[in-house]
């Protein structure tokens, strides 16, 4: 940060994202390398100052992509981080969001003006943080377990589809437990999270040809409670799950 910018006068404040992905049930978050001073050569999380100009969700967007690439993220304030040495450059208080997407559909930048790299680390193998990103990091990581139950947040790691052993597995890796593959389902509804519609006739509110989903196999409707503002899931046992919007 350089505090001669006139874009920074008149506020203190960082804006800093903790993205995740889960690859092959294992998760993982972004992670850059400054390359200027302060904590020079250090990984942090990405983000930045806020500029004067611009709201807390427009500067964190704007320093994910300066820093990464990435655009098109969908991404939620959680927590405000205050204590007053946080920075050694002047008094900052940062703003966390979190999101999580799919890395297999983004590039991400491995240098730029401000970093010198870029990669994605499992989150039981993080290098050490500069700023007091290992403390934000970890809440960030509290928060996404609390969003994946209450949200529409993995609609950003699944946009198109997903099966279920994934599903779980992603699940798993997020939450950090293991389910019982025939008792997850019924997992997820105690988790209030899916409602179990065991609607045939569901199936074919889209569209979607009669005989896709009656051939021998048996046909499961799970709807995502409206409340969530997420998605209808639309199970056909053993292949994919569709999402739609919920009107």
């Known amino acids: 940060m350089d505090v001669r910018n006139k874009m920074y006068k008149g506020q203190g404040i960082h804006v800093i994202t903790a993205l995740f992905t889960v690859e092959q049930g294992i998760t993982k978050v972004l992670l850059i390398k400054r390359k200027n001073k302060p904590f020079e050569g250090d990984w942090v999380l990405t983000g930045g100052a806020l500029y004067n100009n611009e709201d807390l969700e427009t500067g964190a967007l704007r320093e994910l992509e300066e820093k990464t690439g990435i655009t098109g ?41 401000n970093t010198t790299n870029a990669d994605w680390f499992p989150i039981d193998k993080i290098p050490p943080l500069g700023f007091d990103h290992e403390e934000i990091l970890q809440d960030a990581l509290v928060e996404l377990q609390k969003q994946i139950v209450k949200t529409n947040i993995l609609k950003g790691l699944f946009p198109d589809g997903v099966t279920m052993p994934e599903l779980q597995k992603t699940y798993e890796a997020i939450l950090n437990k293991k389910f019982d593959r025939r008792n997850f389902r019924k997992k997820l509804i105690k988790l209030d999270v899916i409602e179990d519609l065991d609607n045939i006739i569901g199936y074919f509110s889209f569209g979607v040809p009669r005989h896709k989903y009656l051939d021998h196999t048996h046909c499961i409707n ?26």
């Open 222 to 247: 799970l709807k995502v409670i409206s409340r969530l503002k997420f998605i209808d899931l639309r199970i056909k046992l053993k292949k994919k799950i569709y999402f739609r919007e919920l009107l």
């Open 73 to 113: 993220v969908s991404i939620k304030q959680f927590k405000a981080f205050g204590k007053v040495d946080r920075s050694p450059v002047m008094r900052m208080v940062a703003v966390g969001f979190v999101g999580i997407i799919d890395s297999k559909r983004v590039t991400v930048l491995r240098e730029t003006n």
